[in-house]
């Protein structure tokens, strides 16, 4: 049984990728634990590691937002305040790469027709020679880097990781050699912040990798999902990981919801995963192998450090709420980080025997206090509505996701 510290433990945190969907989950997850555990400062944390969206959680704790304040910028969508971030940003097409690649059409079709004319060469062979012209990315990321950088340069914040008063490190993949790359290491700490989530966030296919130092990088999570070992090999004590992407079991017919928006909890008929069409099994087996090797990687981490805490947050297989979203919607948003915080807040009331005695070794507490309070929330809880009031509800909901697309494009013409 390992004993309490004497000394000041280090902490680290690990956050994974996935998507606008894994960062309103970390955000709300995040919440949770700030709320719950006392004697645990998540803006002074020894090391921080990102991977993806993860890096874009990781960053902005490193430069000193809390977690409510990640809350109030990303989820709550304040475009008044100075810390407002829209996911709708990274929806914007990637007309550069598209018309960068559209230019060597005419030169590719050219040579391939006079081939095919000449016989020189097959329908096959054809297509693949005209493979160059095609993007290597629908939508554009570059406002992570723009607006990220506008975000990290206000008082008291820095885009630089050679200023920062704690350690961060945001992997990417170099994609000419596969490797792992960990922007904030030396070498490779003169790289800003929000180029390194830029390039850790370049998911492959979504968006077209990204240039830095006349290399190109793409999503960290290509090698590996977490990269915790980047902290454990320093030295860390306690390492808290979040990982927002799970597979969904679907064969729990129904599942009873914690919490949505201060509706009671109800059930639910989950359909089969193949009804959902090709995203649904894309996304379902690309949540599988992700998360099958991360916990290969976590049953490595508990063999290799043994001196270590290491602890682990995530989803619950069996529930819906993170798997049937669309997290570009702004009501959605809301209740699905609200579903974190409350998933959180109970994952941690199940676990709290084992776990009040591994946090209380680095000085952590529970509250037990927080986690048994049934009227606490992340975001206001709304009345259950009349009908009358749904269909408002509803018709609110619509117009406010449209206010913010036109926001947006406002925002983009100017």
């Known amino acids: 049984m390992k004993a309490a510290r004497q000394t000041k433990p280090r902490i680290a945190m690990a956050l994974a990728g996935g998507g606008p969907l894994g960062a309103i ?37 490193a430069n000193g937002l809390t977690p409510h304040q ?21 929806m914007q097409p990637a007309y550069d790469e598209w018309a960068r690649r559209g230019i ?23 297509l693949e020679r005209l493979a160059p012209a095609l993007p290597t990315g629908v939508f554009s990321n570059s406002q992570v880097d723009t607006q990220l950088s506008r975000l990290f340069s206000q008082d008291g914040r820095t885009n630089d990781f050679r200023k920062l008063a704690c350690k961060l490190t945001l992997v990417a993949t170099h994609l000419d050699s596969a490797e792992a790359v960990a922007f904030g290491s030396k070498g490779w700490d003169h790289i800003s912040i929000s180029k390194a989530v830029q390039a850790s966030s370049a998911l492959p296919g979504l968006f077209p990798p990204v240039a830095i130092d006349d290399q190109y990088f793409v999503d960290g999570a290509m090698k590996k999902t977490m990269h915790a070992s980047v902290a454990l ?3 860390a004590d306690l390492l808290i990981c979040l990982n927002p992407l799970v597979p969904f079991d679907a064969t729990a017919p ?14 639910r008929n989950i359909p089969r995963i193949v009804d959902g069409g090709l995203p649904a099994v894309l996304s379902q087996t690309f949540r599988s192998m992700i998360h099958s090797r991360m916990e290969l990687g976590m049953k490595h981490y508990a063999h290799a450090y043994p001196d270590t805490d290491i602890v682990l ?25 609200e579903h974190a915080y409350q998933q959180t807040r109970q994952l941690l009331r199940s676990r709290k025997t084992g776990l009040s005695a591994q946090l209380h070794r680095h000085g952590i507490q529970l509250r037990h206090d927080v986690l048994d309070d049934p009227k606490r929330h992340l975001c206001a809880p709304r009345k259950s509505p009349s009908r009358l009031g749904q269909a408002l509800g509803t018709l609110q909901d619509v117009m406010e996701d449209l206010s913010h697309v036109v926001r947006h494009e406002t925002l983009l013409r100017h």
Not at 105 to 125: E, F, K, N, Q
Not at 317 to 331: G, I, K, M, V, W
Request: charged share 20%.
């Open 254 to 267: 129904q599942y009873k919801r914690i919490m949505q928006a201060g509706i009671p909890a109800e059930k």
């Open 313 to 337: 947050i995530e989803p619950d297989h069996r529930d819906p709420e993170l798997y049937l979203a669309n997290t570009f919607s702004y009501a959605q948003r809301r209740q699905l980080a």
């Open 233 to 235: 090999d320093e030295g």
């Open 70 to 90: 990640l809350c109030a910028s990303f989820i709550e969508g304040d475009a008044d305040s100075n810390d407002f971030f829209d996911p709708a940003w990274l």
């Open 104 to 126: 060597m059409l005419p030169g590719l079709l050219a040579s391939v027709g006079w081939d095919m004319l000449t016989r020189r060469t097959t329908a096959i062979r054809a």
């Open 25 to 61: 989950y970390e955000v709300g997850a995040l919440c949770a634990l700030h709320d719950s555990l006392a004697g645990l400062d998540f803006n002074h944390l020894d090391h921080y590691v990102g991977v993806s969206a993860g890096g874009f959680i990781a960053a902005a704790l």
